[in-house]
């Protein structure tokens, strides 16, 4: 098997997202680490850069300078990642794929819906891939969830309830604390956007809903509340939904519930049956069906849909884990990029639809939870 060349821009030293790529990426032995602009300050990137291996000449000291040394080269890299803050995404995004790059970005794909049309455009036009990273789309056990409800295992779904709380920016003196920088820009509407716990962690649970049950959000109606005063953005957002089919979503996220870890769940109802999974216990997908006794199904057991097989790496009862998730995104990937199509992998329009969602959720909020039309213009 050719490994194929990848490169990564943000990510950097003591960034969140950074390690979860790089183990995720070279999990399979699939990419090899080949250029990055990882930091924001140039000096810190390529010093970085360096130490994780890649070569002097292709560790950049910014994205437009990795643009340049990349695109004339003929070991150029395969693929793409884009995991700086959220108001960089467009332009790289953009700029890569106009070069002939494939590209996985970071979610939220854009800052508005505008944006997230022009990148579906060009995607489509360059003949690139453009993936977003949904990566818990990519837990075995959701695979298997989803597989049930295209099976007609649950019957036709009537709801979906999904939350993604977290007490992690609960800290009052974080909200406007310098020392805290990857706490504030996430409630900076310059680099977060329109929103910031929905856009944050709410479209990682609409994208499963909507992933889970194989349907799209249709309209809106979001209640958001900023709960430490000074933060502009919502820390906090209640957010009810309609799905194309009909289904009725619910949707809770937020970042003050102290005490609450991870905090992301998905149960889904259907007319005879429901299924229940939870972030911090990815291996099980609690299955009940209607007027029988509520099971266990277990990542890596005999018996599950070829998916979830295929993705269940690690042997029943072994712990699993969030980098094994994004690495099933790079196995897609790599397996997009040789030829070969994998149904699952989140692409753009998934990212757009998202960013549709948060300006719905936004404009309904703003006008007392109203409901508001969700599809972006360019799939209504
Ligand atoms: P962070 O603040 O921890 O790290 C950001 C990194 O990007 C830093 O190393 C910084 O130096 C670098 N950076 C900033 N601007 C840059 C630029 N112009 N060029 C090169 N490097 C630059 O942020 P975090 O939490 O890692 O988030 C990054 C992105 O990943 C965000 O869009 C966030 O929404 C997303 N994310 C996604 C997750 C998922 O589950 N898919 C989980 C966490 C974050």
Redesign the pocket.
Known sequence: MTKLKWGM??????????P?HRLGAQADGRFEFAAG?????AE??RAYGQRLGIAADRAYG??TEMLAGERNRTDRVDLVTV????A??FE?TKAFLEAGFNVLC???MTMDVEQGEEIVRIAKASGKICAV????SAYPMIRQARAMVRAGEIGKIRLVVTNFSHGHHGDAGDAGDANN??VR?RYDPAMAGVSGQFA?CGI?ALHMAGFICDDTVEKLSADFASTIPSRVLEDDAMVNFRMTGGTVGRLWTSSVAIGRQHGFDIQVFGETGGLRWASEQPNQLIYTPVGGRTQIIEKGEGGLHPDAQRLSRVSIAHPEGFPLAVANIYCDLADAINGEARDGLPLAPDGLRSMAAVYAAVESAKADGAWVDARPPMFR
């Open positions: 821009i943000g990510g950097g030293e003591g960034s969140q997202i950074g979860a602009a990882l930091d924001h300050r810190e990137g910014d994205w995991a700086t803050p959220n960089t995404h790289i970071e979610k939220p990273n949904y990566c818990y920088p990857r820009w944050d990682h």
